[in-house]
């Protein structure tokens, strides 16, 4: 139990004996006393006082709002995306919401109503109806989920956090698209034709460096290291903010030399391909690789048959191809790793 001893004009001083335990100081007014008996008595019992004054008075909104001036790195690949995730939110009516009422049943209901999902269970099947994928909704929970947490740390406030397990729906199947027997060939012979001279060079890179496509879309030729006994290019920005040197093989050696001007230009700083945006890229691919000449390509599908090719003709380890990819944890790698089993079992005779 806690007493309170007035001892001066301007010493209150507080002490707790409970459960074997004393705590005492001495504050300058009755009412930070009382406060903080409040709040050390409730953790020495484990009813820790919180007050939820703050969490009760903040919609969503004013949290998103926060998140967007103070939560994002602008400087990080993924900024862009993070923010109009955050959009998103705000356009909802969950902005309105005090941070405290909005629950996981509320973000069950809501993933059911985009998803169309045809069971009241958890993990139901999407429906013909939904108006977006499940990995759409993932991320748009992955962002709602960091805006509690970093607020709540921010703010020294306690608020549960709705995005628990089982509020993200299963993770869908990533895709399997390879290049099949001639694409490859088409599809640079395609891209001689664009009105884009760089993009088939883009296209050997994609799949040569096994780089994403906003890495590409960024590289400057100050990161271009090609004439050197080791070359490679080196990424200072990449989609989970951790700079990598990605090893140059001679085809991709050749396509940066195609695209590299021979007028003697200044290329310190000055980008490998002449666009705006990332998205510049897909553009163009999108105008030769048409859905009747090659079914279902997308751009990162090259990607994909990169690493592929990686596991299938080379000897290099799982944390070598990492590497040059870019992937974080070994289980990202995982639905590869059938591609050198069947390698290694040719080998058996």
């Known amino acids: 139990m806690a007493t309170i001893e007035q001892r001066g004009?301007?010493?209150?001083?507080?002490?707790?004996?409970?459960?074997?335990?004393?705590?005492?100081?001495?504050?300058?007014?009755?009412?930070?006393?009382?406060?903080?008996?409040?709040?050390?008595?409730?953790?020495i019992v484990?009813?820790?006082?919180?007050?939820?004054?703050?969490?009760?008075?903040?919609?969503?909104?004013?949290?998103?709002?926060?998140?967007?001036?103070?939560?994002?790195?602008?400087?990080?690949?993924d900024a862009k995306n993070k923010?109009?995730?955050?959009?998103?939110?705000?356009?909802?009516?969950?902005?309105?919401?005090?941070?405290?009422?909005?629950?996981?049943?509320?973000?069950v209901e809501w993933?059911?109503?985009?998803?169309?999902?045809?069971?009241?269970?958890?993990?139901?099947?999407?429906?013909?109806?939904?108006?977006?994928?499940?990995?759409?909704?993932?991320?748009?929970?992955?962002?709602?989920?960091q805006v509690y947490q970093i607020w709540s740390l921010a703010h020294c406030v306690a608020v549960a956090n709705p995005v628990i397990p089982k509020i993200r729906p299963p993770a869908p199947r990533g895709r399997d698209r390879r290049l099949r027997d001639g694409e490859e060939a088409r599809l640079l012979a395609a891209s001689e034709r664009s009105s884009r001279p760089w993009?088939?060079?883009?296209?050997?890179?994609?799949?040569?460096?096994?780089t994403r496509q906003a890495e590409l879309a960024d590289l400057t030729w100050d990161r271009v290291h090609a004439d050197g006994p080791e070359p490679h290019v080196y990424l200072p920005k990449t989609k989970n903010d951790r700079a990598r040197t990605v090893p140059l093989s001679t085809r991709a050696v050749a396509a940066f030399r195609s695209l590299r001007p021979e007028d003697g230009t200044d290329l310190h700083g000055r980008k490998v391909f002449p666009i705006v945006t990332p998205r510049g890229?897909?553009?163009?691919?999108?105008?030769?690789?048409?859905?009747?000449?090659?079914?279902?390509l997308r751009w990162h599908d090259l990607r994909h048959e990169g690493i592929s090719r990686l596991f299938e003709t080379t000897d290099l380890r799982d944390n070598e191809i990492m590497a040059i990819t870019g992937h974080l944890r070994p289980e990202m790698l995982r639905r590869y790793t059938h591609l050198r089993t069947r390698r290694l079992a040719a080998r058996l005779g």
Not at 87 to 105: G, H, N
């Open 199 to 210: 993009l088939k060079a883009a296209i050997v890179l994609a799949i040569a460096t096994c």
């Open 83 to 107: 923010l109009s995730k955050i959009q998103y939110w705000l356009e909802t009516d969950f902005a309105r919401w005090s941070l405290v009422s909005v629950r996981p049943w509320d973000l």
């Open 9 to 43: 004009p301007f010493q209150f001083r507080v002490k707790i004996r409970r459960g074997g335990i004393t705590e005492s100081r001495t504050f300058e007014s009755r009412r930070e006393a009382q406060e903080w008996a409040l709040v050390t008595e409730g953790r």
């Open 46 to 77: 484990g009813d820790d006082y919180q007050d939820q004054r703050l969490a009760r008075r903040t919609t969503l909104g004013d949290a998103l709002e926060w998140f967007r001036e103070h939560g994002i790195d602008r400087g990080r690949a």
């Open 281 to 296: 890229i897909l553009h163009a691919f999108r105008d030769v690789a048409t859905e009747r000449e090659f079914p279902d």
């Open 111 to 145: 993933r059911r109503g985009l998803l169309d999902e045809d069971s009241a269970e958890d993990g139901g099947t999407v429906g013909p109806k939904a108006v977006c994928s499940p990995q759409t909704v993932i991320h748009r929970l992955n962002v709602l989920s």
